[in-house]
């Protein structure tokens, strides 16, 4: 993929700021997009964007093609005329800094079942507006609507524990199911409408505004999902549904006995005598709703762990060859390159971290496909470390850090004393103010793309991390505050991004003190 020097922040939705319990799509995401624009940036990274099932994480989805009900914005419901002002009076009272995903979905439940029965008379435009997406996602939303209205009904558990003719799809049980759950399943694909009405309107917000966006696609997908469930042909199952290998990875910098997690594996060959068609399908959808995908665990397409269903960790295991490059064919050839206003070529940076073999980096390079850099794994001390800004290619993308990592400040606070020597010798600076010390770095190197996520840009410590792998919960709630992205912020980002040529932005103001220039 090949893109002019740009930079960006990594920020998910449910990460703005708002009185409704968890970021949304309404106005604050929208002065999020104005922030970036103000700011010169040219691209917002996100997480993926699915329903969230176990522990809230979005790398574990009930599908890879519907969006997440919770990030729908009652603000734009009102608009809309599918909710009224009194419905939204007196929210719990939710914290403002992070996500209390409990009594946020009970609340977001009880709005969107509100505008589900004042949907009933909605006038012919909103309706005919709904019947055409129904219909023209039909091919992965009648499986997951009905999908969530059997797992409502069986008080939210596992598919593997329904009915079990309902857990195989039986021909006249599906029947009767969808006359029994007709009102669940409708109000289901009601809520994908709104959420992808809602992000397609900000997305063109966004890309008029010059700002294109990173999505995120897991290599695999949640047991307990509508993908699993319709179609378990495509997954390594036994014959009572069960996984007989899970994904994983062995141990590395972030566990010492590695990650379980715990995801079903593909029947490869399966898919690669259907031509990858489920694959196709799934980033032909992301690629409608982003405009680039960050391919979650790109090492597993050549060579994936496998871990014996039943372990307790994730130390047991083995490497198994991949699908290769005959996938990333197949992809080519049915997406083809998809320009963006930023890009041309495969629209894909590999997310290629990890245990990476001389057979990984041949998998990307043969696709231009641009590696991620990240700046927190580059001071141990080694000059030809591939992680220091002066041993990046150009067709990378560099980052202080991921939603997988420590914010820098606490990354920093972390390091060993000849860690921080080595960081200090080779930044330049005293490690006062690591973060944007980091930032500075990725913005200053040859690497096309450079983003930061906005707990970088706000100075941050470990109290606003956004995932800790391997935790079981407590991830995934970080929320900035409104007043954060002060001007002070917004000047200081400009005017760096202006200085390494990543971005135009509005000038700063050259009254004002600039960062930097007290040292």
């Given at each position: ?63 890879a ?9 009652p ?14 009076e ?22 969107l ?133 899970v ?10 006995t ?29 690629l ?19 871990v ?14 991949g ?56 001071f141990?001390g ?138």
């Amino acid at each position: 993929m090949n893109t002019p020097r740009a930079s960006g922040i990594l920020l998910h939705p449910t990460s703005l700021p708002g009185r409704y319990g968890l970021g949304d799509l309404g106005p604050e995401a929208y002065r999020w997009i104005e922030f970036l624009a103000v700011c010169g940036q040219r691209l917002w990274q996100i997480l993926p964007l699915g329903p969230t099932g176990y522990s809230d994480s979005p790398y574990q989805s009930f599908s890879a093609f519907a969006g997440n009900p919770l990030l729908i914005s009652p603000d734009r419901l009102i608009e809309d005329g599918l909710l009224c002002a009194d419905d939204l009076e007196g929210p719990p009272d939710f914290p403002a800094e992070r996500v209390d995903f409990g009594p946020v979905i009970e609340y977001k439940k009880r709005l969107l079942d509100k505008a589900f029965e004042r949907f009933a008379g909605a006038g012919p435009e909103l309706r005919a507006e709904f019947e055409a997406f129904a219909a023209r996602e039909a091919g992965w939303l009648d499986d997951f609507a009905m999908f969530m209205a059997l797992k409502g009904a069986h008080g939210g558990a596992v598919w593997n524990t329904w009915d079990a003719a309902l857990a195989t799809r039986e021909p006249a049980a599906m029947a009767e199911a969808a006359r029994q759950y007709a009102p669940a399943v409708a109000s289901q694909k009601f809520r994908q409408f709104l959420f992808f009405r809602q992000w397609m309107r900000l997305k063109t917000y966004a890309n008029a505004k010059g700002i294109v966006i990173v999505g995120d696609v897991p290599i695999f997908v949640a047991y307990d999902s509508a993908d699993v469930w319709a179609r378990p042909p495509l997954f390594r199952l036994d014959a009572s549904g069960q996984p007989t290998h899970v994904a994983g990875v062995p141990p590395d910098y972030f566990s010492p006995t590695g990650q379980l997690w715990g995801n079903p594996l593909y029947q490869w060959d399966g898919l690669k005598k259907r031509g990858y068609d489920w694959w196709i399908d799934r980033l032909r959808a992301t690629l409608a709703t982003v405009d680039i995908v960050r391919l979650d665990h790109f090492r597993g397409f050549e060579a994936y762990w496998e871990v014996p269903a039943g372990m307790p960790t994730a130390e047991v295991g083995r490497w198994v060859k991949g699908p290769g490059a005959h996938f990333f064919e197949a992809i080519r050839a049915a997406l083809g390159d998809a320009p963006t206003s930023l890009s041309a070529g495969l629209p894909i940076i590999a997310e290629d971290l990890g245990v990476i073999t001389p057979e990984v980096v041949a998998l990307r390079d043969r696709f231009n496909l641009p590696g991620m850099k990240v700046l927190q794994f580059a001071f141990a001390g080694d000059p030809a470390d591939p992680f220091l800004p002066h041993n990046f290619p150009r067709n990378c993308v560099a980052y202080s850090g991921t939603h997988d990592n420590d914010t820098s400040r606490g990354w920093y606070q972390t390091l060993s004393q000849k860690e921080r020597d080595f960081y200090r010798r080779y930044s330049g600076r005293d490690g006062s103010d690591v973060s944007w010390d980091l930032i500075r770095l990725a913005w200053a190197s040859v690497a096309n793309m450079a983003v930061a996520p906005l707990q970088d840009v706000l100075s941050l410590g470990p109290e606003a991390r956004m995932n800790l792998p391997g935790r079981a919960s407590g991830n995934w709630s970080w929320r900035y505050l409104s007043d954060q992205l002060a001007d002070g912020v917004r000047v200081r980002l400009t005017d760096l991004t202006r200085l390494y040529g990543r971005g135009g932005g509005e000038p700063p103001d050259e009254t004002r003190p600039r960062p930097g220039h007290h040292r």
